[in-house]
Every structure is written in structure tokens, then in C-alpha cells.
């Protein structure tokens, strides 16, 4: 199971819970981001972006994981 890490990176999630977009805001380059159901299944990668549409994400819980150049950090978010 995907639990939440330890700060290994400073990484916000925002609006948490989110509808429409969430804006990952890390202090530094996110170079992948991957986001996983509660389930674990993979639900989509995403490379080198900080906002992220969510509208097609059913309603749930879900982990995102960030990777930067120097770490990574897990985050659960709430998809409204």
C-alpha cells in the first residue's frame, strides 16, 4: 500500500477536497507526478505539470505521488 511519506519533499495539495483541479505546489520542479486509487490501481501519470484536471477522477480517495530531482512525497486527496 501507498501511505504518506514523510516530507522527503514540501509538497501541497490544493483545494483538498477537490472537484475540477488540483494544484500541486512543491517548492520544487515536479518532474512526475502518478496518481493511485485507494484500490491501488494506477489511475493516470502525469509528467511536468502543477495543476491536474480531476473532472473524469470518479468521487473517492486517492494518493498522489510526486517525484522531483530530490525525493518524492505522497499526498491523499479527496476527489468531490
Known sequence: AIKEKENLINLTISPNPASEVVQLICGEEIL??????????????????????????????????VKTKNGESNRKFIKQ
Open 32 to 65: 512526475n507526478t502518478e496518481i493511485w486509487s485507494s484500490d491501488m490501481r494506477l489511475i493516470r501519470t502525469i509528467s511536468n505539470e502543477n495543476k491536474i484536471n480531476v473532472t473524469d477522477i470518479p468521487s473517492g480517495c486517492y494518493f498522489i505521488k
